[in-house]
T-cell receptor
């Protein structure tokens, strides 16, 4: 089974801190995604990457950046955390964009910014 | 108006009941996904559909491309089916998600 592992289940950070959320997948998937999930809004795409060192903005990239130096790891960075970034963050991966494959999701990181 | 609308938002059922969750979308898609999210956050992919019907155990998913509508059915529901069920449609490189349906099955 493909595994998508997010480094932390729960995080509490202070306003203004730089925050790193890490995601690692073990099946050589090309595509990786970062979403945030808020009540009533569903999942919204922050950034995605379709290959090493490649990234594209999703629907809500403001206040975030990403890094993909190795194929298996996709990091989400909050440059200066703010309280409105308190949310559940979910990472996902899929093999390729070329065909319709399913997505594999991580367990999520619940981030609280105080 | 959201591009992906789910109904109902909340659903409470008795164990054994037949359950239907609906998903309507307003955009062209290449595939539709049904996902399950248990308390604690992890999301599991249940189905990916581009036409017709799929069945896995007690779960059945159907899609009508012309009507832009999909349904997820759970037969003989059980308390362990309690979860959030999420519909998502694939548009190009991205998934667009519905807000989810919170299902609670009581014993």
């Amino acid at each position: 089974d493909v595994k998508v592992t997010q480094s932390s289940r729960y995080l509490v950070k202070r306003t203004g801190e730089k925050v790193f959320l890490e995601c690692v997948q073990d099946m050589d998937h090309e595509n990786m995604f970062w979403y945030r999930q808020d009540p009533g809004l569903g999942l919204r795409l922050i950034y995605f990457s379709y290959d090493v060192k490649m990234k594209e903005k999703g629907d809500i990239p403001e206040g975030y950046s990403v890094s993909r130096e190795k194929k298996e790891r996709f990091s989400l960075i909050l440059e200066s955390a703010s309280t409105n970034q308190t949310s559940m963050y979910l990472c996902a991966s899929r093999p390729t964009l070329d065909r319709d494959y399913g997505y594999t999701f991580g367990s999520g990181t619940r981030l609280t910014v105080v | 108006k959201n591009e992906v609308e789910q109904s109902p938002q909340n659903l409470t059922a008795q164990e054994g009941e037949f359950i239907t969750i609906n998903c309507s979308y307003s955009v062209g898609i290449s595939a539709l996904h049904w996902l399950q999210q248990h308390p604690g956050g992890g999301i599991v992919s249940l189905f990916m559909l581009s036409s017709g019907k799929k069945k896995h155990g007690r779960l059945i998913a159907t899609i009508n491309i012309q009507e832009k509508h999909s349904s997820l059915h759970i037969t003989a529901s059980h308390p362990r089916d309690s979860a959030v069920y999420i519909c998502a449609v694939r548009q190009g490189n991205k998934l667009v998600f519905g807000a989810g349906t919170i299902l609670r099955v009581k014993s």
